[in-house]
Every structure is written in C-alpha cells, then in structure tokens.
C-alpha cells in the first residue's frame, strides 16, 4: 500500500507531499492545477521513463519517492534474487539531474530502472492502464480477460514452453538455412576432398621426390665423379692409397727410434683405412647407380601433380594441402551431422509445439469460462450504471498460429440499447459509456487482482447526477479491499471518499505554485457544494453536499 509521495521540481509541481489511507481516496481540484501530473510523477517512480522536460526549474534535480508498506505481499525472494535488503516499509526513488541522468533507488540502494518496473508490477495498478483508449486496444482486453479467468500461473506455464519451443523452432530454421547453403557448396567441397585425396599426399614426400628427380638429373655428372674418386684412391700404380702405404711403410721402419715418426704413421694408418673404404662405397654406388628414364618421368609428372595442386589452392607445401584436404573432410562430415541434428531438433521442436498447443488450449478453455461470466457480471453491473440494456460480448477466436499470449484474439463487442446488434466498441461506445464500462470490468476483476493500489484517473468522464453516484459505490466497494486513488471531476464520487484532497494554484511573490491540501470536514463540504454548485456555493448547495455524503456513508 502507497502510505507517502513526495514530489520536489516536478513539471509545474515545486513540491508536494502525498499520503494516502487505506479505503477510497478522491483527488479533486481545478484544471491545470496538476492533477494528473501527480499521478504522473507516481509513474516515474514506478519505473516510467523521463527527461528534461519534467524539470520545473531546469537547474535543479528532480525528485519523486513513494513509501509503500509491503508486509505480507511476499516479496522478500523478489530483494534476495537482487542481493538488495528487505525491510517491510519500502522506498522507490528516481532522481531526474540538470544534465539529463536519471538515477533509481530502491530503499536507498543504487538499481537499474527495470528493477524498479519489475517491483513495480506487485504494488500499483496504474491508471494509465485503464485509460479509456486503452480499453480499445486487443491486448489489452485479453490481458482483462486473463484476470478475469485468474489463469496467470497457467499462462505463465504456456509462456515457458512457448518461448523454449519458438527459440527451437528459430534455431531449426537457421540450421536449415545452413544446410541449404551448404548443400550448393557440397558438391565443390567434396571434388576439392576427391582430388586432394587421390592425390595420395603424404607430409615430407616433396622435398624426396626433388631430391630424387635432381638425382636422376645429374646422372652422368655423378657416375663421373663417383669413378673418378675410386680411380684416385685405388689406382694400383698411381693411387693415393698405394702412395700412402708407401709413406706407412717408411715411417713404421723409423717408430723405434723416433715417437714423432711413430704417431704419424698410426695417423696415415687411420687415414688409409678411411680412404680405401670410400674409395669402396663409391665403387659401390657407381654399380649400383642406373638411370631409368620411366623413374624420371614418373618422378615429374608427380611433382608437378603437387606443384599444380598448390598453385590451384595457393598453398606452398604439401603439409598445406593436407591440412586443407582434412578441412575439407571435416567440411564435408559437418554437412552430413547437420542433417541429423535436424532430424533431432525437428522432433524435439514437434514434442514442444504439441505441448504449447495442450496449453494454449488450457488458456482457451479458462477464457471462455471467464468471458460467459464477465459478459453477465458487466450486463448486471451496467444496468445499476443506468444502461440497462446495455451488454458486452466477447468474441474469441483460436488462431493456427502461436503467439506468447497462446492462440487467441479476442474482440470486446457492444450493444448500449435494446435490439442493437453487437458491434465492435470503438464503434458504438460513447465517452461516458466507456467509463461506465471501464469501471464495470475493473470492479468485477478487482477481487482477483492481487495488487494492492489500484488507481483511477477520470474513471468518471462523460456522467455525471445519479449514474455518477453509482459509480462512486462501486469505487468504495472496491475499496474496501484495496486501497482505492481517484481523479475525479465528479461530485458525486468524491462525496464517497475516505479522505479528499484538494489540489490547486496559489501565487507566491512573483510565482504560481501548486499545493495539495488535505480537506476536513467543513473544508469538504464546502468544496463539493462548489462542485455542484459555483464558488462561492448557496446554503441549498451546502446542504446537497451534506446530503451527497450521507448517501455515501
């Protein structure tokens, strides 16, 4: 329950403190004065946007803080969820700065604004909600009718199996699109696969195969060498090899006598092995060496295979090319999972669509139950609003479609006089007909709204005498189980309410402020005698008011 506003440098408001009761509290005062500028700053610090505009003077910040005692409205797992600490009086604040910055606390603690808004949702039903535009607009009927059926925890079911099954279903539509793509690039990816794949690359076969062709190249220059090598070393008259047992055999005759002579015929000895053993190896490789034109014809037509290959891809080495020839194979290897993630989500989506349907029809169900009802409880109501042929039916129609409030559309039709044929209710609906019925529905579902402020702002437009009366009875019934807040430019309202307040001008210095002022007894008399009546009111006004409020007692 709202207990205290507070209200500094807000549009044509300096400052106004607020405090409403329990029961039916009725706001009252000229036009201009700021009326529903109060109720204005209330939205602010509910969670409503702002800017500079709402700035009365322009150097200064503005301020708005509601106090509300929220004892029993469970909402402590609501501050636990924020890490924000709990305390039965609740403060919201938002601070509006010169330079454009909007700050929002929640009992003193820095929040974002949607912290605010979500909180906001469990303590006031705002009147912009009820406004008698908004009544028009189909959602917001559904959503009267979902309060009517009291359906919001089975609602909020079909929205968590809504919003998982429409989250799959995008998901399997961008994954089909996926596939679709790639199914164009498939056929290219894997004739890249193929050819990289017969192409038997193997990881350090290039540089082989080079060293090979060269080989093959340069077969006579090498055969040369090889022989003359081991015709130097080996041959039996001139060879090095037979020079150097010569020089053996002379210093070994000289190692007795001279250890010099000694070590370097064990040196040349080491050395003579060594050359007589390459001299062998390369008689060796010159046998073996054979030069098979089929070998070297193999040999380039594979590297320039490889060479090809690289330059089509603009690699510069095998071990690129088989990094793309893997790339590719796991390219071609996610296509073919893709498909079978499909199938898997297309039954997943299927389960979820079929769940969301069993719901929706749930809603359904629960909303028709809520519209025979409501469509009797407002015929009933509307006729003690002196409408007594009046009636609203609602139309409801299941779409194929899935929509986050289920499968319906729901049109409000209205007839206001006996053998009027129904008809959609900006049609045929005047001004005061709609606040008839706009007060008749929130009447009828006030009992199943578990908020505890509910809020009205010229609910009485367009009555005025006896029906005017009657609709002030029904905002004291509701009131007596939620406290109640109206604008009222009707006499016959704010003769029902609990306490009145009175809001207007006055003139200080050179300057207009505006003031709300709490009105006791006599004040209030005189008052309403002014509203029925002029300024200042007769005695027969005077005793018309007195009259007004013993009908309201």
């Known amino acids: 329950m709202l207990t205290s506003l507070r209200i500094r440098n807000y549009a044509i408001i300096e400052e106004i403190n607020f405090h409403p009761e329990r029961g039916l509290n009725v706001i009252t005062g000229e036009t201009g004065a700021g009326k529903s500028i109060l109720l204005g700053a209330l939205g602010l610090v509910?969670?409503?946007?702002?800017?500079?505009?709402?700035?009365?003077?322009?150097?200064?910040?503005?301020?708005?803080?509601?106090?509300?005692?929220?004892?029993?409205?469970?909402?402590?797992?609501?501050?636990?969820?924020?890490?924000?600490?709990?305390?039965?009086?609740?403060?919201?604040?938002?601070?509006?700065?010169?330079?454009?910055?909007?700050?929002?606390?929640?009992?003193?603690?820095?929040?974002?604004?949607?912290?605010?808004?979500?909180?906001?949702?469990?303590?006031?039903?705002?009147?912009?909600?009820?406004?008698?535009?908004?009544?028009?607009?189909?959602?917001?009927?559904l959503s009267l009718l979902d309060a009517m059926a009291d359906?919001?925890?089975?609602?909020?079911?079909?929205?968590?199996?809504?919003?998982?099954?429409?989250?799959?279903?995008?998901?399997?539509?961008?994954?089909?699109?996926?596939?679709?793509?790639?199914?164009?690039?498939?056929?290219?990816?894997?004739?890249?696969?193929?050819?990289?794949?017969?192409?038997?690359?193997?990881?350090?076969?290039?540089?082989?195969?080079?060293?090979?062709?060269?080989?093959?190249?340069?077969?006579?220059?090498?055969?040369?060498?090889?022989?003359?090598?081991?015709?130097?070393?080996?041959?039996?008259?001139?060879?090095?090899?037979?020079?150097?047992?010569?020089?053996?055999?002379?210093?070994?005759?000289?190692?007795?006598?001279?250890?010099?002579?000694?070590?370097?015929?064990?040196?040349?000895?080491?050395?003579?092995?060594?050359?007589?053993?390459?001299?062998?190896?390369?008689?060796?490789?010159?046998?073996?060496?054979?030069?098979?034109?089929?070998?070297?014809?193999?040999?380039?037509?594979?590297?320039?295979?490889?060479?090809?290959?690289?330059?089509?891809?603009?690699?510069?080495?095998?071990?690129?090319?088989?990094?793309?020839?893997?790339?590719?194979?796991?390219?071609?290897?996610?296509?073919?999972?893709?498909?079978?993630?499909?199938?898997?989500?297309?039954?997943?989506?299927?389960?979820?669509?079929?769940?969301?349907?069993?719901?929706?029809?749930?809603?359904?169900?629960?909303?028709?139950?809520?519209?025979?009802?409501?469509?009797?409880?407002c015929g009933d109501l509307l006729k003690q609003l002196s409408m007594p042929h009046a009636n609203l039916k609602i139309e409801l129609q299941s779409e194929g479609d899935l929509f986050p409030e289920g499968r319906d559309r729901v049109r409000f039709l209205f007839s206001a006089n006996k053998g009027m044929e129904f008809r959609d209710l900006r049609q045929v609906a005047s001004g005061g007909e709609v606040s008839r019925l706009n007060l008749a529905i929130k009447s009828i579902i006030a009992g199943r709204m578990h908020l505890p402020t509910l809020i009205f702002d010229e609910i009485d437009s367009g009555v005025s005498g006896d029906v005017a009366l009657k609709m002030g009875r029904i905002l004291k019934k509701i009131a007596k189980d939620h406290q109640v807040v109206v604008i009222t430019h009707s006499p016959q309202v704010a003769a029902g309410g609990k306490k009145h307040f009175y809001i207007h001008k006055t003139n200080v210095g050179d300057s207009t402020a505006t003031r709300l002022e709490v009105l006791g007894e006599d004040k209030r008399i005189a008052h309403i005698a002014v509203m029925l009546s002029s300024d200042p009111p007769g005695s027969a006004a005077i005793e018309n008011a007195k009259e007004l409020i013993k009908l309201n007692e």
């Open 151 to 377: 359906n919001h925890k089975l609602r909020d079911r079909y929205r968590t199996v809504f919003y998982s099954w429409n989250k799959l279903r995008m998901e399997l539509e961008d994954l089909r699109e996926k596939e679709r793509q790639s199914s164009q690039e498939l056929d290219f990816f894997q004739f890249q696969y193929d050819e990289l794949e017969e192409a038997g690359l193997e990881a350090g076969e290039q540089k082989l195969l080079e060293e090979e062709l060269a080989s093959l190249e340069n077969y006579g220059d090498i055969k040369s060498a090889l022989h003359k090598v081991s015709v130097t070393l080996e041959n039996e008259s001139s060879g090095i090899t037979e020079r150097m047992e010569e020089l053996i055999r002379e210093l070994e005759a000289l190692a007795s006598v001279h250890g010099g002579c000694r070590t370097l015929s064990e040196r040349l000895g080491q050395t003579h092995i060594e050359l007589r053993d390459i001299a062998g190896e390369a008689m060796g490789i010159n046998d073996e060496l054979e030069f098979d034109p089929n070998r070297a014809e193999f040999l380039n037509n594979r590297l320039d295979n490889l060479y090809r290959l690289q330059k089509k891809h603009g690699l510069e080495s095998v071990e690129e090319l088989i990094e793309l020839r893997e790339s590719l194979d796991e390219k071609i290897r996610d296509y073919s999972s893709m498909g079978d993630r499909i199938l898997e989500l297309e039954k997943t989506e299927a389960s979820l669509r079929e769940s969301a349907l069993e719901k929706a029809a749930e809603l359904t169900a629960t909303r028709i139950t809520a519209a025979e009802e409501m469509e009797r409880l």
């Open 46 to 141: 509910l969670g409503n946007r702002a800017d500079l505009g709402v700035l009365n003077k322009s150097d200064e910040k503005c301020i708005v803080e509601g106090v509300f005692q929220i004892e029993g409205y469970g909402l402590k797992s609501f501050f636990e969820e924020r890490d924000l600490d709990y305390s039965d009086e609740l403060i919201l604040r938002r601070e509006i700065l010169p330079a454009g910055k909007s700050r929002a606390f929640i009992n003193d603690t820095p929040v974002r604004l949607s912290d605010i808004t979500d909180l906001a949702a469990f303590l006031v039903d705002l009147h912009q909600q009820f406004s008698s535009l908004d009544i028009y607009q189909k959602n917001y009927q």
